[in-house]
C-alpha cells in the first residue's frame, strides 16, 4: 500500500533552518505531482508549497515565499521543505501530499511538528 512518512521536525528559535523530508513507497513516485501542507493550531488547513512532476515548476503560498524551497528526489521517492528564517507563525504541522492528477491530492502523510520560539 502507499505510504507517505515525514521527518525533520522539531523545536526551533526564530530565524533558524529545518528541513523536512517525505519518504514515499508503494507507488511510482515520479508520477506525482507533490505538496506540503500546514495547519496550525485552531486553524485550517492551508497550502505551502508545491512542484510537478517533472519538478521544472514550483509553487508557494505568500508567506513563505522567498523563505521555503520545495524539491524532489524522484530516486529516493522523497520531497523536501527547505525552510529558512523560520518565523513563530510558520508553527504547525506539516503535512505532505501526492497528486496524480492536477486536482485533489490523493495520498497525505502523517504530519510532522514544527515550533518555533521567538
Known amino acids: 500500500q502507499v505510504r507517505l512518512v515525514e521527518s525533520g521536525g522539531g523545536l526551533v528559535q526564530a530565524g533558524d533552518s529545518l528541513r523536512l523530508s517525505c519518504a514515499a513507497s508503494?507507488?511510482?513516485?515520479?508520477?506525482?505531482?507533490l505538496g506540503w501542507f500546514r495547519q496550525a493550531p485552531g486553524k485550517d488547513r492551508e497550502f505551502v508549497a508545491s512542484?510537478?512532476?517533472?519538478?521544472?515548476?514550483?509553487y508557494y503560498a505568500d508567506s513563505v515565499k522567498g523563505r521555503f524551497t520545495i524539491s524532489r528526489d524522484d530516486a529516493e521517492s522523497t520531497v523536501y521543505l527547505q525552510m529558512n528564517s523560520l518565523k513563530p507563525e510558520d508553527t504547525a504541522v506539516y503535512f505532505c501530499?501526492?497528486?496524480?492528477?492536477?486536482?485533489?491530492?490523493?495520498?497525505w502523510g502523517q504530519g510532522t511538528q514544527v515550533t518555533v520560539s521567538s
Open positions: 512542484i510537478t512532476r517533472s519538478g521544472t515548476t514550483t
Open positions: 501530499a501526492l497528486r496524480y492528477g492536477r486536482a485533489e491530492y490523493d495520498y
Open positions: 508503494g507507488l511510482i513516485f515520479s508520477m506525482y505531482g
